[in-house]
């Protein structure tokens, strides 16, 4: 009788942590650069972190859970299906930066984040 309850403990354990796992969203963190980080060149280099989320090329065809990445750097919008960037001949002064996820069809995904660095290339 011991096992049987034993057994049923480890069948909901297992439901509930798979569960919480479907349950979680995609999620788009950036890495680099930091949020009000000082850049002493005139480069960025954009690195995220996508979780619960597989990057593919755009297509008229969205899948649910997949799609690229939409990067905007002040008003100047970029794409990729990689989770890196580097934007180049960037100004002085504070540039705002955000990464949001997108489906294939470019349909934008309420998954985003958002940063401010300075350039002072001195």
């Known amino acids: 009788m ?3 309850y034993f057994i049923i403990l480890i069948v909901l354990i297992v439901s509930c942590t798979e569960k919480t796992i479907e349950a979680k969203g995609p999620q788009i963190d950036i890495i680099s650069p930091k949020d009000g980080e000082m850049i002493k060149d005139n480069k960025i280099i954009l690195k ?15 899948k649910k859970g997949q799609g690229h990445i939409q990067v905007w750097v002040d008003n100047m919008e970029f794409r990729k299906s990689n989770a890196e960037f580097v934007f180049e001949n960037e100004s002085n002064g504070i540039h705002i930066i955000k990464a949001e996820l997108m489906l294939s069809n470019n349909t934008v995904l309420p998954y985003s984040k958002t940063i ?3 350039i002072n290339k001195t």
Do not use: A, C, E
């Not at 995220?48 to 969205?62: E, G, H, M, Y």
């Open 116 to 118: 401010k660095v300075i």
């Open 2 to 4: 011991r096992l049987f």
């Open 48 to 62: 995220l972190n996508i979780s619960n989320f597989r990057l593919v090329t755009p297509d008229l065809q969205p």
